[in-house]
């Protein structure tokens, strides 16, 4: 939700905002691709936009923030397992790709319930 929150900031403001999204599964991992035509992000800032608080130059003039929504969807990526990267940028828009890891559950087992419940008749 964030990467398409960021895409919609960066969308140039004669152009209506366009997503391509892309799911693909291979072997162990689950891979996203969320790609805008936003404005892009600079190659100075690309370095930085995953870190708290950062917001680049273009962005601290035209929309509010504080700069923690890449930092915390990197974080969420990561309790889960996988990755969240800036994979290509540029005035056309931005690409980012989340990667999580395939889970197929557990095996079906029986559980034990821990308590009884009894009624009176």
């Keep these: 939700v964030n990467l398409l929150n960021n895409g919609l900031q960066a969308a140039a403001s004669d152009h209506a905002a366009v997503f391509h999204i892309r799911l693909r599964a291979e072997e162990d991992n689950l891979f996203v691709n969320v790609q805008d035509n936003g404005t892009g992000i600079t190659k ?45 940028s540029s005035p056309e828009g931005s690409l980012f790709t989340l990667t999580l890891p395939r889970w197929s559950g557990p095996e079906k087992t029986e559980i034990e319930p821990s308590y009884r419940a009894t009624a009176n008749a």
């Design 44 to 88: 100075d800032d690309q370095p930085k936009i995953f870190e708290r608080f950062y917001r680049g130059e273009i962005k601290k003039r035209r929309t509010r923030g504080l700069g923690l929504g890449l930092t915390y969807s990197r974080l969420l990526a990561r309790a889960q397992g996988g990755e969240l990267s800036l994979t290509s």
